[in-house]
């Protein structure tokens, strides 16, 4: 899915994809509150590469840009019949610039910028799969549960897993886990 977002204090727009735009939202506003999308539509990475491109001129940097109202509006027109989420209130509480500014990098701010995306995306991949690695090891903590393999002690969990080693017999394999409920 494609989104549009504002930084309501700078009023500069993030033309952004993602599989989850809420989850990334909150991701993003860790480290900026100001973050807010206003705009959630169908589209892929290369819809998304297109927008970029088509405001080439306003970029602030690889995914920020410098967009008039009247910009935005024609994106929203555009793919209105692909929606998902809008919110219209948002994005008429905030002043933007009556015109584009061309904003204009010097080669080492534009590589700065370039380090920074390039990390966000890999703190957002591995966010991802630290989310999908916690999934797995909550449905293997519910399978041991299910074969009364794990149980709760007062001092932590306590793992019992029988082993078939290729016609070697059945050994059993002991050990604890000491974690806090939350």
């Known amino acids: ?24 939202e909150k991701q993003l506003q860790t480290a900026n509150p100001n973050f807010h999308i206003f705009f959630i539509f169908l589209g892929g990475a290369k819809l998304e590469k297109t927008l970029h491109n088509r405001f080439q001129d306003f970029r602030y940097d690889l995914e920020w840009f410098s967009l008039s109202k009247s910009d935005i509006y024609s994106i929203i027109t555009e793919f209105e019949q692909l929606s998902i989420f809008f919110d219209d209130d948002l994005l008429n509480s905030i002043e933007f610039i009556s ?30 799969n630290l989310f999908i690695a916690e999934q797995d090891i909550i449905k293997l903590l519910n399978q041991l549960k299910k074969k009364k393999a794990l149980k709760y002690t ?26 806090k409920d939350e």
């Open 1 to 24: 899915m494609i989104y549009l977002a504002v930084d309501i204090k700078s009023t500069l727009i993030k033309i952004g994809f993602s599989d989850n735009p809420r989850y990334r």
């Open 99 to 128: 015109q584009r500014k061309v904003i204009n990098l010097t080669e080492q701010e534009s590589a700065l910028l370039k380090i920074l995306t390039d990390a966000e995306h890999s703190l957002t991949d591995l966010a991802r």
């Open 154 to 179: 007062k001092k932590g969990y306590k793992i019992s897993v029988s082993v078939n080693q290729a016609g070697c017999g059945t050994s059993n394999i002991g050990g604890s886990l000491t974690a």
